[in-house]
Nanobody, 115 residues
C-alpha cells in the first residue's frame, strides 16, 4: 500500500503562483509514472500533467506554458509549479502514482484562485 501526501495548495490571486508537492509517506522503491489531476466542484476529475520516470512530460492544453511538472526520483517526489494562475484553475488537485501495476491517489489539496 502506498500513501501519497500532497502539500502546497492554498489561496492565491489571479496571476500568482503556487507549487504543489507529492511524496509517499513511507520508504518504497521506484514509482513509475506520476501525475497531477484536478477536480472542480460539480465536474469530473481531469488530468493536468504527467511525468514518466525517465522525465517525459505531458500537459493538458489548458495549462501548457503555465504549469511545469517535475520529479525527484531519489525521493519519489513529484512537483507541480503553477504560474499565471487563473480563477478557472480553482479545484482540488490530486496526485496519482503508478507503482507495480497499481494506481494510488493522494487525498487532494485545495487550490483557490481569486479574481
Amino acid at each position: 500500500q502506498v500513501q501519497l501526501v500532497e502539500s502546497g495548495g492554498g489561496l492565491v490571486q489571479a496571476g500568482g503562483s503556487l507549487r504543489l508537492s507529492c511524496a509517499p509517506s513511507g520508504s518504497i522503491f521506484s514509482i513509475s509514472r506520476m501525475a497531477w489531476y484536478r477536480q472542480a466542484p460539480g465536474k469530473q476529475r481531469d488530468p493536468v500533467a504527467g511525468i514518466s520516470r525517465g522525465g517525459r512530460t505531458d500537459y493538458a492544453d489548458s495549462v501548457k506554458g503555465r504549469f511545469t511538472i517535475s520529479r525527484d526520483n531519489a525521493k519519489n517526489t513529484v512537483y507541480l509549479q503553477m504560474n499565471s494562475l487563473k480563477p478557472e484553475d480553482t479545484a482540488v488537485y490530486y496526485c496519482r502514482a503508478e507503482y507495480f501495476g497499481n494506481i494510488y491517489w493522494g487525498q487532494g489539496t485545495q487550490v483557490t484562485v481569486s479574481s
